[in-house]
């Protein structure tokens, strides 16, 4: 079993950044797939981000492009993401995920293990 805990979600404001840590136990995590997703109240979890297991290729989905980086680093078995330019849309709970399934990075399913989640909040 994989145990995915985040850590660095808080109060910051618009403009501003902020990076968030998954730290991975249980086992070894470097040949997964790993993601980030987040959700909002009423809202479908959306995959922001997501890393080959080899941290060689990425993909983000549109609102995020050229703000959020995913960066991993399997020696330490932790998953990364740094959120610049944040906007108050970008207000959610942040999930990191892996996968078993090496699948292509756009594809939201497969995703066999999640964090408990932290809250990100942007103030305008």
């Known amino acids: 079993q994989v145990q995915l805990v985040e850590s660095g979600g808080g109060l910051v404001q618009a403009g501003g950044s902020r990076s968030l840590s998954c730290a991975a136990s249980g086992r070894t995590v470097s040949t997964y797939r790993m993601g980030w997703f987040r959700q909002t109240p009423g809202k479908e979890r959306e995959l922001l981000a997501a890393i080959s297991w080899s941290g060689e290729n990425t993909y983000y989905t549109d609102s995020v492009k050229g703000r959020f980086t995913i960066s991993r680093d399997n020696t330490k078995n932790t998953l990364y993401l740094q959120m610049n330019t944040l906007k108050p849309e970008d207000t959610a709970v942040y999930y990191c995920?892996?996968?078993?399934?090496?699948?292509?990075?756009?594809?939201?399913?497969?995703?066999?293990?999640w964090g408990q989640g932290t809250q990100v909040t942007v103030s305008s």
């Open positions: 995920a892996a996968s078993r399934y090496n699948w292509a990075l756009i594809n939201t399913s497969g995703y066999n293990y």
